[in-house]
């Protein structure tokens, strides 16, 4: 009987996990990826953006599917995008991403360090570092109109690290070879 009841135990514990991991992956989905501290230096060789957001701005809403679209596209080309939450109650945070989920990494500022040390002058505001983390490019406010701008602001950065992949015809000769 003991042995009918560790295979019970077993079959009930198997079936729990397999209900309550795709429940977990849910409601971590929901939540976001919170990362404890914007720590630049572990994104050597890629080109991070930076994406500054609250619950109450309503072009953060509109510019979520597109960043998430921009970190699927080109997170295997060296792009690292990161959202900092500037809300001063992460639960409103959390609520905001139920309704708009990112699929990017996050980070909770409510004093606003990060958005100070940025210079910050409207939201939501993004930033595009290089490989040396410099701020090449800023972008205040979120037009889907202007979303073609936004992305070549990505993908230069991201050619200048991925040199080799450009295409024949953006290399300042057409065979890549120099010649002496």
Not at 16 to 39: C, E, H, M, S, Y
Not at 126 to 131: A, C, E, F, P, Y
Request: hydrophobic share 40%.
């Amino acid at each position: 009987m003991s042995h009918r009841f560790s295979k019970l135990t077993y079959g009930l514990l198997f079936f729990f996990v397999l209900i309550l991991l795709p429940f977990n992956a849910r409601a971590q989905a929901q939540t976001g990826n919170w990362i404890k501290q914007l720590d630049l230096s572990q994104y050597e060789n890629k080109v991070v953006y930076i994406d500054f957001w609250a619950s109450w701005c309503r072009p953060c809403r509109k510019s979520f599917p597109w960043i998430n679209a921009m970190q699927k596209k080109y997170q295997d080309k060296g792009l690292v995008v990161i959202g900092i939450n500037l809300d001063s109650d992460i639960n409103k945070a959390y609520n905001f991403l139920k309704q708009t989920p990112a699929d990017f990494k996050l980070v909770s500022d409510p004093k606003g360090t990060l958005a100070d040390q940025y210079k910050l002058i409207g939201m939501p505001s993004s930033l595009v570092l290089d490989v040396n983390r410099e701020v090449r490019h800023r972008h205040v406010g979120f037009k889907k109109s202007i979303i073609g701008e936004y992305e070549k602001s990505i993908v230069m950065l991201l050619n200048e690290i991925n040199t080799p992949q450009l295409s024949l015809e953006a290399r300042p000769d057409a065979t890549g070879i120099k010649e002496n």
